[in-house]
């Protein structure tokens, strides 16, 4: 069983906001990098799946 992370560009704040639900209403966290929002996402799925 996976788990989806969807990612939105704030171009006024200029950082990718990370969610777990497409609505935006399950929010994750935030990165400054698509590198760094990989390491978010892998990091979140690893404390849902522990």
Same mark, same amino acid.
């Given at each position: 069983? %996976?788990?989806?992370?969807?990612?939105?560009? =704030?171009?006024?704040? #200029?950082?990718?906001e990370l969610?777990?639900?497409? *609505? %935006?209403?399950?929010?994750?966290g935030c990165? =400054?990098?698509?590198? #760094?929002?990989r390491r978010?996402?892998?990091?979140? *799925?690893?404390?849902?799946?522990?």
């Amino acid at each position: 069983m %996976g788990r989806e992370v969807w990612v939105k560009f =704030d171009k006024g704040a #200029e950082v990718y906001e990370l969610f777990a639900s497409e *609505a %935006g209403d399950d929010y994750i966290g935030c990165a =400054d990098t698509l590198t #760094e929002a990989r390491r978010v996402a892998r990091d979140w *799925a690893n404390d849902w799946m522990n």
